[in-house]
Structures are given as C-alpha cells and as structure tokens.
C-alpha cells in the first residue's frame, strides 16, 4: 500500500528566504506524484504533478520539486517566498500500476507554512 | 481546468441523524473519490464513486455509515448516517480528468458539525 510521509508538521520562513518542503512516499514502483496548496478557508490547489519524465518538475506560483526514485523523494522548493505563499501544504501519491484506481490518491499529513515579513 | 459544485457548503447536524451532500462534476471527470477531513488533518480517502454500482470503500470505512452513490457520470451523494460529535469534519468531494490531464480536483468541501 502507498503512504506519504511529511516530516515537517510546521515551517517557518521569513519573506524572500527559500523553502523546502521534504516528502517521502512508500510505493512498491514509481507512482504518480502530486503537491497541493490549502489556504485559509480555501479548497486544495494543484501546485505540481510528476507523471514520468524529466525528474525536476515546474509549477505554478514559482514552485518546484524534484523526484528522487533512490530516495523515495518528492520535495518541494521554492527560491523565494513571498507571504502569500502561507498555507496548508499537501504531498500526495497515487497508484499507476495496471489494475489500480487511476486518481486514487493519498496524502500526507501536510505542513503548514508560516511566513515572517 | 474541472469544475466540481458541492451542497451543503456547510451544515450543523444533530446526533444520530442522518446528512446527504451532493457533488456536481463537469464531464471532463472520469473517476469521482470522497474525502474526509478531520479538524486539523489531511485528507482521507473514504471510496471511488462507482458509476451505477456499489462504492469501492477504502479500509475503516463502511457503506452503511457512509453509503454513496454515483447514478451518473457527473453526480454523487454522499451520506453520513447516524451522525456522532467525532464524524465533525469537512467532506471533500474530487473527479480525476484522466492520464493525459492528470489531476484530481476538489471541491469546496462541506464543513459538519455534529452536536
């Protein structure tokens, strides 16, 4: 069975200082990988996917994150944060082998994001 | 990108009965899933919304205490019976578009309070 682990349940960055947001992910083969974004009040936003392909993957608001298959790894970075970046962040995984549930996907348990102006 | 509509956005409910939320997608969905959310939580998944029979109900969750039903490509309910203080969370409904697009949307979530 996948599982995301988010070690980080709390970060807190100043305003212009980069980010990293660690995820590791259980899955027998290479899955889909996913981050999503939760303001306040707000439903869940699709920052970035990684699929296949080139392992640094772009996505919007200036986000991105590399898969690193040795390391079961998808973190996500950001080179400057900007306060509105202060949200609930999410990494999922989900299942591509023949036989699953395209979609199906499980998520971490979030880190929150605190940015100091 | 999809368009998914949930009702209620928010209801509060009475021990032991029962609450219906309705998920509208658009037609580029393919799959329908329900979500929970716990008070300060991630998200879990509680069932695939099988179009025109059974959900597919992930371990812990049941079909009596939260029967489900997808009579069509682009609606699903979702039932939370015999309400308890500890089903108080916000309900999520998503559609996945597909590989090519590859990307489950959400819904605004309807938020329970069971007192």
């Known amino acids: 069975a996948q599982s995301v682990t988010q070690p980080d349940i709390h970060i807190t960055v100043s305003e212009g200082a980069s980010l990293e947001l660690r995820c590791n992910y259980s899955?027998?083969?290479?899955?889909?990988l996913f981050w999503y974004v939760q303001s306040p009040g707000q439903g869940l936003q699709l920052l970035l996917k990684y699929f296949s392909g080139d392992t640094l993957v772009q996505g919007i608001k200036g986000f991105e994150a590399e898969f690193k298959r040795s390391q079961s790894s998808f973190n996500l970075r950001k080179p400057s944060v900007h306060w509105s970046d202060a949200a609930e962040y999410f990494c999922?995984?989900?299942?591509?082998?023949?036989?699953?549930?395209?979609?199906?996907?499980?998520f971490g348990r979030g880190t929150q994001l605190t940015v100091w102006p | 990108s999809a368009v998914i509509s949930q009702k209620p956005s928010r209801d509060i409910c009475q021990r032991g009965t029962s609450l219906t939320i309705q998920c509208q997608v658009d037609?580029?969905?393919?799959?329908m899933f329900w979500y929970r959310q716990q008070p300060g939580q991630s998200l879990t998944l509680i069932a695939t919304a099988n179009q025109g029979s059974e959900a597919t109900y992930e371990s812990g969750f049941v079909i009596d205490k939260f029967p489900i039903s997808r009579p069509n490509l682009t609606f699903s309910t979702l039932t939370v019976s015999n309400l308890s203080p500890e089903d108080s969370s916000i309900y999520l409904c998503?559609?996945?578009?597909?590989?090519?697009?590859?990307?489950?949307?959400f819904g605004e979530g309807s938020r329970l309070t069971v007192l």
């Open positions: 899955y027998g083969a290479t899955p889909y």
């Open positions: 037609s580029q969905v393919t799959m």
């Open positions: 998503s559609g996945w578009t597909g590989v090519a697009a590859g990307e489950l949307f």
């Open positions: 999922a995984v989900g299942a591509r082998d023949r036989g699953s549930t395209l979609g199906r996907l499980y």
